[in-house]
Structure formats: C-alpha cells, structure tokens
C-alpha cells in the first residue's frame, strides 16, 4: 500500500509540472529566419504565430512566389525550435520517471 500511496504522489508532482511546462511554452518566443533573416517569424512554444517581419528590399512585383516560399522556410525554422524546446522541457519534467526511449507526452 506504501508504494501505491508514493506512486499516487509522484502522480500529483508530474501533473505540476506538466502544469508549469505548460505555462512555460505559452510565454516562451522562438525565432525563425530565413533568405539571410530578410523573413522572420515569431512563434511561441505551442507553436502560435506571434510576429512576421519582412525586409521591404522583399516587396517587389513579381517576387511573389519567393517571399512565400522564404515565409514558408522561416516559420519551418521557427518549428524545428519549438520542437527541440518542447523536448528539452518535457525531458525535464519527467526527470524522475523511467520512460522508455523515444517516448513522448501527448501535446
């Protein structure tokens, strides 16, 4: 009954911190760029778009499909670190815990 009771604890501290992390993805920004930082995005840790900025030297006619694909890239680049965030704080969270290799938490 004793290792229930701990399990049952270490149930309610993981739960804080996933409460925590939680809050702590909603406030942290992530910058992604691209074509040499002429397109920039802003994203927080859930992955919401907070900002673009585009160099007007970009504002040209007929350069369209190039500062789509330049947005495209920088909101890429802003993903991939979101990601490496999200995993680097969901590894700390479950510090204590054995999880298996490549397990991940459900965002």
């Known amino acids: 009954m004793l290792k229930l009771g ?3 604890k270490q149930a309610q501290e993981m739960q804080g ?11 942290h ?4 760029q ?3 930082g002429l397109v ?7 992955g919401d778009l907070k900002s673009l900025n585009i160099d007007p030297s970009l504002l040209k ?3 369209g499909e190039i500062l789509q694909d ?13 990601e490496a965030y999200i995993q680097e704080k969901t ?14 938490m459900p965002f």
């Open 6 to 8: 701990q399990m049952m």
């Open 17 to 27: 911190k996933m409460q925590e992390m939680q809050e702590k993805l909603m406030s």
């Open 29 to 32: 920004e992530v910058e992604g």
């Open 34 to 36: 691209s074509g040499a």
């Open 40 to 46: 920039k995005v802003s994203m927080n840790g859930k």
């Open 61 to 63: 006619e007929d350069e």
């Open 70 to 82: 330049l947005i495209l890239a920088a909101h890429a680049d802003a993903k991939v670190k979101v």
């Open 91 to 104: 590894q700390e969270a479950m510090g204590g815990l054995n999880l298996p290799e490549g397990f991940k």
